[in-house]
């Protein structure tokens, strides 16, 4: 197992007395009297960071920072150095250093400074590691990203059927992704290559809805005046999707269950039976069998599409993913904006682990694309947090630090952007709510409210 810290320091003293200061503090501390041999162990994807004095015999911590740099860019140094080295210290932050820390120093600006390096490394090391994810793997896997059981479950059945001809039902609740599931079984079916066609049935009216399944000839009805292919001849040769499928309207539900047996269609205004190629996929976020007890949805019609079910799991069930699907909506809008975008600290990522995403995987795409902008992480108004949800093995340091973001953002806005208010509320002082503010990018009072 890897230290926490490599320490290098020529001083016998220093370098044991650091490694006290470290050792107490709970953190595994690897020790070096010169920068040769200190980098020997060090990777791009080591969880370590360096704390070096800067003036030593042989190579000093200035050419060890460069080396380490250039070993990974992102890798934390902290120097030590004396009093006269202030500004070559300053230039080597400009330079990549992490911290430096002016001799003689206290154990505890060692340790914060040591603690703080430590989460910003393992905050790169994971948000790698998402991006590695999100490119590794196959085509599915990509686009219906996710690596808990019920995902992983749902991508093997969608494999599974798209060998098959048969029609597929998917539910799940509003915003949960069903439109992309069916797409996705499209894709890695053979019809992969004809046409993927969507129609949302609670999106049409009545009187509309059987044209645009079936077509209709020219002088069907007022207003026909040409020929039009429905969406199930438009679709022959590969899938239609029929999303909200609980919306349908009783009559057209028998035409439907026709359709489906026989795979013909008749248009409006014609007598003539015409053959059809064409897989169903229909999706629901309503319980179809309680649609039946209730009237509102045919008993053969349900029974006809319930045989080949594909069930996706709300985002409250499946939280574990959130961190990995953020980094991926994330990613999308970089592509979209053309610009990189911040990262979350792990106060974001706590705050959006434990929030119970009632707009599912559309409400965390909505999210991250406020974050890509710099609004931080807004809820809206389903600002809501879970106490007590287990945040996937967060620090406590993490968790507190988005309750606390979620309250400041609570507390600024039931005050109305006024900050008086706020931190007498909150029984905190003015620069202290200032400071907490900058801290998480919070910036959404009213100046003109400073009182």
């Not at 197992?1 to 016998?12: H, K």
């Not at 699907?325 to 911040?342: C, G, I, P, Q, S």
Request: charged content about 25%; proline content about 4%.
């Amino acid at each position: 197992m890897s230290a926490d810290v490599i320490l290098i320091d020529d001083e016998p003293h220093l370098l044991e007395s650091g490694k006290q200061s470290l050792e107490l503090a709970g953190l595994t501390v690897e020790c070096h009297a010169a920068a040769d041999g200190a980098l020997m162990n060090i990777t791009a994807s080591s969880p370590c960071i360096i704390v070096s004095d800067v003036r030593m015999p042989g190579h000093s911590g200035l050419e060890l920072m460069a080396r380490a740099l250039a070993i990974d860019p992102q890798i934390p140094v902290i120097l030590i150095t004396g009093h006269g080295d202030i500004p070559m210290a300053v230039q080597a932050i400009r330079d990549g250093a992490y911290d430096f820390i002016e001799k003689p120093f206290a154990p505890g600006s060692l340790v914060n400074s040591v603690q703080r390096a430590l989460e910003q490394r393992r905050l790169v090391l994971d948000n790698r590691a998402l991006r590695d994810a999100l490119t590794q793997g196959s085509l599915l896997e990509r686009s219906l990203v996710g690596k808990n059981p019920e995902v992983i479950q749902l991508r093997e059945r969608i494999v599974s059927f798209a060998g098959t001809d048969a029609d597929v039902l998917i539910t799940g609740e509003t915003g949960t992704g069903k439109e992309l599931v069916a797409r996705s079984l499209h894709e890695a079916s053979p019809r992969s290559k004809a046409r993927f066609v969507a129609i949302n049935c609670g999106a049409l009216p009545e009187t509309i809805i059987e044209s645009e399944l079936f077509g209709h000839e020219a002088g069907a009805f007022t207003g026909a005046v040409k020929t039009r292919l429905g969406k199930f001849e438009y679709a022959s040769g590969g899938t239609l999707f029929l999303d909200e499928i609980e919306s349908m309207p009783l009559d057209l539900q028998a035409r439907l269950l026709r359709v489906l047996e026989e795979r013909s269609v008749v248009r409006l205004g014609s007598n003539e039976e015409r053959s059809v190629d064409v897989r169903v996929v229909a999706a629901t976020k309503e319980d179809l069998r309680g649609a039946v007890d209730r009237g509102s949805f045919r008993e053969d019609l349900y029974y006809r599409l319930n045989v080949l079910t594909l069930s996706i799991p709300p985002l409250r069930r499946r939280q574990d993913d959130v961190p990995l699907l953020f980094a991926h909506f994330l990613t999308n809008t970089e592509t979209r904006l053309k610009r990189e975008v911040t990262r979350p600290q792990p106060g974001d990522l706590a705050l959006l682990v434990a929030h119970d995403w009632p707009g599912n995987v559309r409400e965390l795409e909505n999210v991250a694309m406020r974050f890509a902008l710099g609004l931080g992480i807004d809820f809206g108004q389903t600002n809501s947090l879970a106490i007590g949800t287990d945040l996937n093995g967060m620090p406590l340091a993490d968790q507190l630090a988005g309750l606390e973001q979620l309250i400041l953002r609570r507390t600024l806005s039931d005050c109305g952007g006024c900050m008086r208010q706020c931190y007498e509320r909150l029984g905190i002082s003015r620069k202290t709510l200032y400071d907490k503010l900058r801290k998480y990018g919070i910036s959404q009072a009213d100046e003109d409210n400073i009182g």
